[in-house]
């Protein structure tokens, strides 16, 4: 556990970065530090591993001072990632992964066999081994320093702003394999944001600081939402505070409508059994079960349906492991306002309409309410 203890940092002209600071950060759990520009963030980070010393307090890896500890070592014993990956450019991939395990003392061989380990285990193609960090896109290099401060297996990594540089979509695809690494290995991480949507993805827990580098709030992200400590975590969380949190209830309480679905080779009996006055739409799958797109049911000919009629279904969510705030973007997105929910494999697991959606984010809210009266 890292523990920061009424930390300040305070610069030669009087300005204050840092204002007694004090949290507590868990073991083997990902805590996020968020808020605007200037409000600390990276120093703290930095404080951790001593590339920026603190005017005042302590912060302690499981109970030892750090400032007790030579300054090498302690950084060799943390990973560290920024934005931009930072990699040397004039290194092969596999030789800027290495770099720790080489600095500790690794032969060549091995430091090089745990580069191309930790390649695989970030999701980068082995034939990536020999080229140069130019030759890569953002979203690789990104995953090259993720591999680089994994290397020497260290208990701790910080990351400050790694994925703050690449378009969204490959963003979206660093975290989801930021995720699963976590998942995999259980580091203590440290992630510095700016991205509020971005913290509430990754953290088991946010510390929101305010400008001038003191602690807003420090909550899990589902008590965050719902619970903000005042108008200024209030505010940066955004008006759409309350659509994020359903990102924490699960889809699996929906009740799904299976009868209006039907396959591309319906008969004709077989779409007007599917037809009901509450669902005028009806959803056409392929013969391997996955949607294809909707059709108000009078306009289906039997054995002469075709993908190219049909209304589109915006998107799916998938029934069990997507949360409301995903079926309801999916209700919201077709244009028939109707969600199409599919299984694992992608098959058509039934439909639900806006209004049970609703019912189901009310009763969420409600337990959520109930669940918390409890605790208190």
Not at 206 to 213: D, K
């Amino acid at each position: 556990m890292i523990r920061i203890d009424s930390v300040t940092k305070r610069y030669p002209d009087g300005t204050v970065a840092v204002d007694r600071l004090s949290l507590e950060i868990p073991d083997r759990s990902i805590t996020v530090l968020v808020g605007p520009s200037g409000c600390g963030k990276t120093t703290t980070l930095r404080m951790i591993n001593r590339m920026v010393e603190p005017s005042e307090g302590a912060i302690t890896l499981d109970g030892v001072d750090i400032s007790r500890q030579p300054v090498n070592s302690l950084r060799r014993s943390m990973g560290y990632v920024i934005q931009n990956a930072g990699l040397f450019q004039h290194r092969t991939i596999v030789d800027n992964i290495a770099t720790v395990p080489r600095l500790l003392g690794w032969n060549k061989a091995r430091a090089r066999s745990r580069a191309r380990e930790l390649m695989e285990r970030v999701g980068l193609d082995g034939s990536l081994a020999k080229r140069y960090p130019y030759q890569l896109s953002g979203g690789q290099q990104q995953r090259v320093g993720v591999a680089r401060a994994l290397a020497a297996d260290p208990p701790v990594l910080l990351m400050d702003e790694p994925f703050s540089a690449v378009d969204p979509i490959v963003r979206k695809g660093l975290q989801e394999e930021l995720l699963r690494i976590q998942d995999e290995l259980g580091k203590t991480i440290v992630f510095v944001t700016h991205d509020i949507d971005e913290a509430i993805r990754l953290g088991s827990m946010v510390a929101v600081m305010r400008t001038g580098g003191r602690l807003a709030q420090f909550a899990p992200p589902a008590e965050l939402l719902s619970s903000p400590a005042d108008t200024f975590v209030e505010d940066f969380l955004g008006v759409d505070r309350g659509i994020r949190r359903l990102s924490f209830f699960t889809s699996e309480t929906l009740e799904l409508e299976k009868t209006p679905i039907v396959a591309v080779d319906a008969t004709a009996e077989q779409i007007a059994s599917r037809s009901t006055s509450e669902t005028p739409y009806l959803l056409v799958t392929g013969l391997d079960g996955r949607p294809l797109g909707w059709s108000e049911p009078g306009d289906l000919v039997a054995g002469d349906i075709t993908p190219e009629q049909l209304l589109s279904y915006g998107h799916p969510f998938e029934y069990g492991r997507d949360s409301l705030r995903a079926a309801l973007d999916a209700a919201v997105l077709s244009p028939t306002g109707w969600a199409v929910a599919v299984d694992g494999a992608g098959r058509a697991a039934g439909v639900v309409s806006q209004q049970t959606i609703g019912e189901a984010i009310r009763a969420a809210h409600a337990k959520g309410l109930t669940d918390a009266k409890v605790a208190g």
